[in-house]
């Protein structure tokens, strides 16, 4: 996919993440256009879910700096100002976690309004409706008065991606969205995904080792290796034909 920096939705210059001694990210540099899908995959500690964190600021970044929607932040002491700059930057992310830490207490409707209802994002009746609207798009319109107990996994996943969407984000991070899900569940959260970036044309960020979903859905796929993206490229090349030894171990492992 092509672009331009006027479409660029995430811009992640010389990231480098270190946890006290040992540096886990060692120089990232990406970026994500508007409506595209970027599939990150890669063997673990490899540094993938650790850059996905720094572009939510959920983990500060060591060196460099992260844009989203125009907003340009690096690292260091979180001061007032600082927190209240990352809060305008989380304003335009979503992001879907391997366990779905909905709140138990809640029931279903609830755990989608409760974010846009803090932010402002509109009345009661416009932030209910465009739950229900984003319910029914993720196919939980009749679980709405449930509590997440009574779902199965992939119900409670697919809530926690109509949650991160009833923000209107600008980009949906997904970090090993299915990971923690039966085989049989994995299915219908990745179907949910799909219908994100081919009816809604989402932008997306995916740490995934669902090589099929990459092939339907990815525009580009980033290989991480030892904290670093060591080849990208379309599915179409990327997958058949690597360029690096580590690419194709790892490929021949998870197809």
Same mark, same amino acid.
């Given at each position: 996919?092509?672009?331009?920096?006027?479409?660029?939705?995430?811009?992640?210059?010389?990231?480098?993440?270190?946890?006290?001694?040992?540096?886990?990210?060692?120089? =990232?540099?990406?970026?994500v256009h508007r409506g595209e899908v970027v599939v990150v995959f890669g063997r673990?500690?490899?540094?993938?879910?650790? =850059?996905?964190?720094?572009?939510? !600021?959920i983990e500060d970044p060591t060196e460099g700096s992260i844009e989203v929607a125009g907003i340009r932040l690096g690292g260091g002491h979180r001061t007032r100002r600082k927190r209240e700059q990352i809060r305008q930057l989380r304003l335009h992310v979503g992001m879907v976690f391997q366990q779905f830490n909905l709140f138990p207490n809640m029931t279903v409707l609830d755990n989608v309004t409760c974010a846009p209802r803090m932010a402002g994002k509109g009345s009661e009746t416009e932030?209910?409706?465009?739950?229900?609207?984003?319910?029914?798009? =993720?196919?939980?319109?009749?679980?709405?008065?449930?509590?997440?107990a009574r779902l199965s996994g992939g119900q409670q996943q697919r809530v926690a991606i109509a949650r991160a969407l009833a923000m209107e984000p600008?980009?949906?991070?997904?970090?090993?969205?299915?990971?923690?899900?039966?085989?049989?569940?994995t299915g219908e959260v990745l179907s949910v995904?799909?219908?994100?970036?081919?009816?809604?044309?989402?932008?997306?960020?995916? =740490?995934?080792?669902?090589?099929? !979903?990459?092939?339907?859905?990815?525009?580009?796929?980033?290989? !991480?290796?030892?904290?670093?993206?060591?080849?990208?490229?379309?599915?179409?090349e990327l997958i058949?034909?690597?360029?690096?030894?580590?690419?194709?171990?790892f490929l021949e492992a998870v197809l």
């Amino acid at each position: 996919m092509t672009g331009t920096s006027t479409d660029v939705v995430v811009r992640i210059e010389g990231l480098h993440k270190s946890f006290g001694h040992l540096e886990v990210v060692k120089g =990232v540099d990406l970026d994500v256009h508007r409506g595209e899908v970027v599939v990150v995959f890669g063997r673990s500690g490899s540094g993938k879910s650790t =850059v996905l964190r720094c572009v939510n !600021f959920i983990e500060d970044p060591t060196e460099g700096s992260i844009e989203v929607a125009g907003i340009r932040l690096g690292g260091g002491h979180r001061t007032r100002r600082k927190r209240e700059q990352i809060r305008q930057l989380r304003l335009h992310v979503g992001m879907v976690f391997q366990q779905f830490n909905l709140f138990p207490n809640m029931t279903v409707l609830d755990n989608v309004t409760c974010a846009p209802r803090m932010a402002g994002k509109g009345s009661e009746t416009e932030i209910a409706q465009r739950a229900k609207d984003l319910l029914d798009r =993720v196919g939980l319109a009749d679980k709405a008065r449930e509590h997440p107990a009574r779902l199965s996994g992939g119900q409670q996943q697919r809530v926690a991606i109509a949650r991160a969407l009833a923000m209107e984000p600008d980009v949906m991070l997904f970090d090993e969205p299915t990971s923690a899900l039966d085989p049989e569940l994995t299915g219908e959260v990745l179907s949910v995904m799909k219908t994100l970036s081919t009816e809604m044309h989402m932008t997306m960020m995916v =740490v995934t080792h669902e090589m099929g !979903f990459a092939r339907e859905v990815a525009d580009r796929m980033a290989f !991480f290796h030892e904290g670093r993206i060591l080849e990208e490229g379309p599915p179409s090349e990327l997958i058949a034909s690597p360029r690096y030894a580590e690419t194709r171990a790892f490929l021949e492992a998870v197809l």
